[in-house]
């Protein structure tokens, strides 16, 4: 059997992935950025080399609001790795952004009860450190809650 290696700091996201090292550098700053293509006139996700539509590797890192609507979601109750168990239970979600049609962003919900939750329900990021027992290091990651709208009502 093939023993799996992890780097020291797993499952926090590794910084130094050229792919991805421009959101998390973003994330520091309390800021969304998203690869996007002039060409094609469209935020990408996930990051690749090329854009998929029509194969520039110009993909510039651009802000985006961080206001979006909840996709799809799932309560995760069971750790699967001895780092996440602190964790549970918690909400794995899809976030589409308002600014960015198309993109479907994986994230966290907080500060929210399963059962508050609904498809399409408006969701505004916010950012916070993410840690786990054991691991060294954090890394400022965004996060999504409900946004409450200005009829006060959160749907
Ligand atoms: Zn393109």
Request: with cysteine; net charge negative; charged share 20%.
């Amino acid at each position: 059997m093939t023993e799996t290696a992890f780097r020291p700091d797993f499952p926090l996201p590794d910084l130094t992935e050229p792919l991805t090292s421009p959101f998390w550098l973003a994330a520091a700053r309390d800021t969304l950025a998203l690869p996007y293509c002039r060409t094609c006139a469209r935020f990408r996700w996930y990051p690749k080399a090329t854009c998929p539509g029509c194969g520039t590797d110009d993909l510039p890192w651009m802000e985006v609001p961080g206001t979006g609507t909840l996709f799809s979601w799932t309560v995760v109750r069971h750790a699967f790795l001895p780092a996440f168990s602190g964790q549970v239970p918690f909400v794995a979600a899809l976030v589409t952004l308002d600014a960015a049609p198309g993109v479907r962003l994986p994230t966290r919900i907080v500060d929210a009860k399963p059962e508050e939750l609904t498809m399409d329900a408006p969701v505004e990021v916010c950012f916070a450190p993410l840690s786990y027992p054991g691991v060294p290091g954090e890394v400022r990651a965004p996060f999504f809650r409900l946004r409450a709208m200005s009829d006060g009502n959160p749907t």
